[in-house]
């Protein structure tokens, strides 16, 4: 594992109340029940109507911000969804869906990764996720997603958006998906789910969150008590593990998919970012140096180069 992830295990276990996992618990029974249900994934995503603010032209891009109304059962807070289009300028036929990560509110850290894309020319499509950034129902100061409850409906909101902009801009661009660590779980999600081919580069992502939370250094932060003690843990692990993406059949666009992971990540087990690769077939699987925080901010080259591959990919393979 490494240092810096080492580190934030210390930081997530007697850290401030904000990274604590599930802090009020179980939440509505309902929902829990709604983890791992694949139905919702396998229907028509809803049409969307997106209302666009004035184009911003900047030196090397054009930025545009749209919102529109969430497809889903979200609370009242979370109830207007916020994404941020942003193309190199004079255009690109390939844009790309960047999913959020877990803790990644607003589009700076994935803005990042869309500053990479640009000279490769991608452009990026940043969606704020239900109860993060403007969508977060906390104050700063709170997880903002407080129960298991809210997980599920965080993650259901995130891929019906996700597969809905896909839709949406269908014709309009050659389309790809990618995203960090959650984000590349439900990206993984998204792109398996689409209906039609898509370039695929999950990044630093378990094929579920059920690993992640219970193997990886966040497992650290899980508030049992709040959840009725550690003898729950059985409970919780059959919950997130039933989120999976080998759950759901391999899209026939598999092999365009690029996936990379951090030799020393401590926050994903390697054994789960390889069983989504496994379950892939084609897909190509990089590992870099590094640990889960320090792939991020100091190897973004070689994420954006992976999102720019797997459309190079999927436009030579016979299914695109």
Not at 58 to 85: N, Y
Not at 141 to 167: C, I, K
Request: aromatic share 6%; proline share 8%; with cysteine.
């Amino acid at each position: 594992m490494h240092p810096i992830d080492r580190g934030a295990a210390i930081m997530v276990r007697r850290g401030p109340r904000r990274l604590r996992i599930f802090p009020e618990g179980w939440g509505d029974a309902g929902h829990v029940a709604q983890l791992g249900a694949t139905a919702p994934l396998l229907e028509d995503p809803p049409d969307l109507e997106i209302s666009w603010s004035s184009p911003k032209h900047l030196v090397d891009r054009t930025c545009r911000d749209g919102r529109f109304p969430a497809p889903t059962d979200v609370p009242e807070a979370a109830r207007m969804a916020t994404v941020r289009l942003v193309e190199p300028i004079g255009g690109t036929d390939r844009v790309c869906l960047l999913m959020a990560a877990w803790n990644d509110h607003g589009y700076d850290t994935r803005q990042l990764l869309a500053d990479e894309l640009l000279p490769l020319g991608v452009g990026s499509l940043i969606l704020e996720i239900p109860y993060y950034g403007s969508r977060r129902i906390t104050a700063p100061s709170a997880q903002p997603v407080p129960t298991v409850a809210d997980f599920a409906r965080m993650g259901l909101g995130a891929v019906t958006e996700g597969r809905a902009l896909l839709r949406h801009f269908r014709g309009r661009y050659r389309l790809g998906v990618s995203g960090y660590s959650m984000g590349g779980n439900i990206g993984a999600v998204v792109a398996a789910t689409a209906g039609f081919p898509v370039a695929i580069a999950p990044l630093a992502a378990s094929h579920s969150p059920g690993p992640v939370f219970l193997d990886g250094v966040i497992s650290n932060g899980i508030e049992w008590d709040a959840l009725g003690g550690r003898d729950q843990e059985a409970r919780l692990r059959s919950a997130l593990s039933s989120v999976s993406v080998l759950r759901l059949p391999a899209p026939p666009w598999s092999a365009s998919a690029v996936m990379v992971i951090g030799r020393s990540d401590g926050f994903i087990p390697p054994t789960a970012a390889k069983a989504l690769h496994e379950h892939w077939p084609g897909s190509e699987f990089r590992v870099v140096g590094g640990g889960h925080a320090t792939v991020l901010w100091r190897r973004r080259s070689a994420l954006a180069a992976a999102v720019a591959d797997s459309f190079t990919r999927i436009e030579g393979s016979p299914t695109a």
